[in-house]
């Protein structure tokens, strides 16, 4: 069985969130174990956790960002950047 890297938002995300509530989202990994996803308020507004990307290394390795429902795109700031998520996997 393969273990799943979760490492949700990155720390610039965390930084700039006033509050996180958990939604009803969930993310299934490979093993069907459900990750819970958050909604989180930065400055009033509220943005919804999502998977940005799923990069296969020794096993899955899941990275989330903000995805702003009312404009249906990323909030840009919140996004891993390659050498971001190259640098977690070790």
């Known amino acids: 069985m ?3 890297y979760f490492h949700g ?20 990994d490979i093993n069907g174990e459900l990750i819970q996803l958050n909604s989180i308020q930065i400055e009033g507004a509220s943005f919804q956790e999502k998977v940005q990307a ?10 989330t ?6 404009t ?3 909030l840009e700031e ?6 971001e998520m190259y640098e977690k996997q070790g």
């Open 2 to 4: 393969r273990r799943t």
């Open 9 to 28: 938002l990155n720390n610039r995300t965390k930084k700039l969130a006033s509050s996180t509530i958990p939604s009803t989202l969930q993310y299934a």
């Open 54 to 63: 799923e990069i296969w290394s020794s096993g899955p390795h899941v990275y």
């Open 65 to 70: 960002a903000l995805w702003d429902a009312s």
């Open 72 to 74: 249906n795109w990323w």
């Open 78 to 83: 919140t996004l891993w950047t390659e050498d």
